[in-house]
């Protein structure tokens, strides 16, 4: 690595005429608006007048007034356009443009984010694409399609695109010769820059204004009621000592290994451990055990506040119900959670109409004892609990009041345990003056580097607060914290329990949500396990909690009427997938005529992970395969080769569903797609009746090997001639309609 001193001076990109760019993403679960973020900072140094939104907050006419647009956008549902796309796509799709060449102004590139486990693989960057050209637009870079599926995921084809992408702009649109580029050294102005009002002194009051302002009416309220309530909220009753808060952490949090070490100033590499190929995402597949995770004694975190976000279409939800649903010594945690929610007279109509097929969204928070941890790290202690003024805020961001502190912020709104992008590594050569460890981050986002910055970060899993823990010189200001941290997104559960509209309602419209929850754990070279934000917050959360939830329709809504409850359905699930399917067996049981159904369910073992397995012999026209993959493994190699028996269930609720699902076992034959095959004869004469077919569960091979049994069962069957005219078939929604949702 070069020099990589003189960080920090701030440079405001010049305005120069007729040089803009707007980079307008559509995004679900925020990928794609993080590479729109990144690109947008790009061309703000390259000093083009950059805006970055979501396409949803663009009109037709404005696109045009850019010169350059690039559009960022993922593909979603069933090859989709993303929710906050679908004013713009609606308006773009206008049939009056037709043949107007109303874009011909317009100059743009675009780069899709897909997965090519489905069969629409970009539809969403493809079909935009295909418009904007067929309205007069012309393109001004190489499209670019990132996809989940490869080794390094999106970013194996982004990061050359982008680097391509640079180059293309600096060539084709040169700066005037007084204009260089703002380099990697120099900061952008903050956009959202947060300012104190006053600060906490050495004896834990909150003395004066900063920056000469005097208290406004809001903050003289804001202190007033912080007073009132402070000895009822650990938010509003901080630490004040910051040896106390320190001690506390130390004794909460035994010394983390961490791959990287810093020893004696030097930045040394621990030899990672060989656990032979990870999988795909490092998500745990097996017990914990087998990638020898040391296990920390049960510690039971101090739960986040409840305060409830002014979240736009949010209602008031309560836990009502919290249990396990695997045995505790099954690798996978798995949770049932049932809420009441109040959703109100006025959305009530609108979601009993969508029941069975509804999303509940869910927007985690940070735990108190992580949050103090920054707090230390950072040197904020004095900050954290003053009154902050916040001008704007990013999108996203739902702050419960103008004046708020820093410490609800990074409770409430920041996620503090994401992964770091590698936007906020480069950003912190900044934040420390620490020359080594301005060279390792500089040799972290380096292109180039790219494997190495996995093997830091998304491998292990590593969260911005460890990486932190790492790089103890880097003291972020607080001021930059909205533009440092990534927002806190909901989180989307299918809804497992259909049939809402049919019950009995009281007047006060409240309903009863259930979600079906797999707490997400990563096997990392770090050896302590790794949960997601949700899944950690989800796994402490108490019957009785109160949350702002929101419940919406999903895309595909599949039973509407009797009509179509009546038509045969084919469902294949794995794990927690079958959330969705129930709800659409639930909904369609309701219409009392529910069509024929057959559901091929993948788990491990019927005792352990047959989800909702003790209900399904009360639904007529139903018929159940399970496929379970380890029941029949016997321990010794050579007596697995074949075996048609299963040995009798000690568990008695595998006993009973034993006698109600009695399945031939054959040790190679024990997954969905193979139970498909197997009964390819039934499989057939469903097809041959216009069915729904539904794949839910794990992405990556199960969709695609399913999708290949169910091409073999038409080509078996003798519907198709070969495997041709099978895709041919199954693609044509005449045919059949396809719903797949992995994840
Ligand atoms: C429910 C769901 C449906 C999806 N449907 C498609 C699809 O039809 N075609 C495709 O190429 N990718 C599909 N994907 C993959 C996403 O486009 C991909 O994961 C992308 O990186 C997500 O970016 P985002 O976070 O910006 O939304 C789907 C993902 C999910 C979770």
Known sequence: ??????????????????????????????????????????????????????????????????????????????????????????????????????????????FGLGDSSYPKFNWAARKLRARLLQLGATEFFRPGEGDERHDNGID?????????????????????????????????????????????????HFRGSVGGASLTEDERLFLASKTQSAD????????????????????????????FVRRDGLFEKDSPRDFGTMDKGNQLKDHPEKYLLERQPAHIPECPPEDLLPIPNTCVGRLLHHARATPVDHWQDVRHLVFDLDIGSKTFPDIMSSSGSLTLVI??????????????????????????????????????DRVTTLRHLLTHNLDITAVPKRTFIRELLHFTEDEREQERIAELVEPGNEQEFYDYTCRPRRTILELLRDFTGVKIPYSRVLDMFPVIRGREFSVCNGGLGFNEVDQSCHVKIEILVALVEYKTIIRRPRQGLCSRYLKHLNAGTRLALQLKPSSSHLVRNDVEARRPLIAIATGTGIAPIRAVIQERDCYGVAGDTMLFFGARNRSADFHFGHEWSSYPNLRVLPAFSRDNIK?????????????????????????????????????????????????????????????????????????????????????????????????????????????
Not at 232 to 258: C, G, I
Not at 374 to 382: K, N, V
Request: charged share 25%; aromatic share 8%.
């Open 232 to 259: 009822r909220s650990h938010v509003d009753n901080p630490q004040t000592s910051p040896e106390k808060a320190r001690e506390d952490w130390l004794r909460l949090n035994p010394t983390f290994p961490a791959d």
């Open 363 to 400: 927007w985690p928070k940070n735990y108190p004892e992580d949050v103090d941890e920054l707090i230390l790290q950072m040197g904020w202690e004095a900050e954290a609990d003053a009154p902050l003024q916040l001008k704007g805020v990013p999108r996203g961001l739902h702050a419960k």
């Open 1 to 110: 690595m070069g020099d990589v001193g003189g960080f920090g001076r701030v440079v405001q990109p010049a305005a120069v005429e007729g040089r803009s760019m707007a980079v307008l993403y559509g995004s679900e679960t925020g990928l794609a608006e993080d590479i729109a973020g990144e690109l947008g900072k790009t061309t703000e140094r390259l000093h083009f007048q950059t805006t970055v939104d979501e396409m949803d907050s663009f009109k037709l006419a404005d696109i045009v007034r850019s010169s350059l647009v690039v559009f960022v956008t993922s593909t979603t549902g069933q090859g989709d356009m993303p929710k906050n796309t679908l004013k713009f796509w609606k308006n773009l799709r206008r049939e009056k443009l037709n043949n107007t060449n109303c874009l011909r102004s317009l100059r743009f590139a675009i």
């Open 635 to 743: 321990p010794e190699p050579e007596t697995t080769v074949t075996s048609t028996t299963t040995p009798a269930p000690t568990d008695p609720l595998a006993a009973a569903l034993e006698t109600v699902y009695p399945v031939q076992y054959d040790a190679h034959k024990n997954y969905v797609q193979h139970l498909i095959r197997a009964h390819a004869d039934d499989v057939a004469a469903l097809m041959r009746r216009h069915p729904y077919v539904l794949i839910c569960g794990s992405n990556g091979r199960m969709p695609i090997s399913v999708r290949n049994a169910l091409l073999d069962v038409l080509v078996l069957s003798k519907m198709c001639e070969d495997k041709e005219a099978a895709e041919k078939w199954l693609s044509n929604p005449g045919n059949v309609s396809m719903w797949q949702e992995t994840w």
């Open 156 to 204: 194996s084809i982004y990061l050359p695109w982008y680097e391509e992408f640079k180059k293309t702009l600096l060539a084709d649109y040169p700066l005037p010769d007084s204009l260089s580029p703002i380099p990697d050294n120099a900061q952008l102005p903050p956009k959202y820059p947060v300012q104190l009002l006053s600060i906490m002194d050495g004896t834990g």
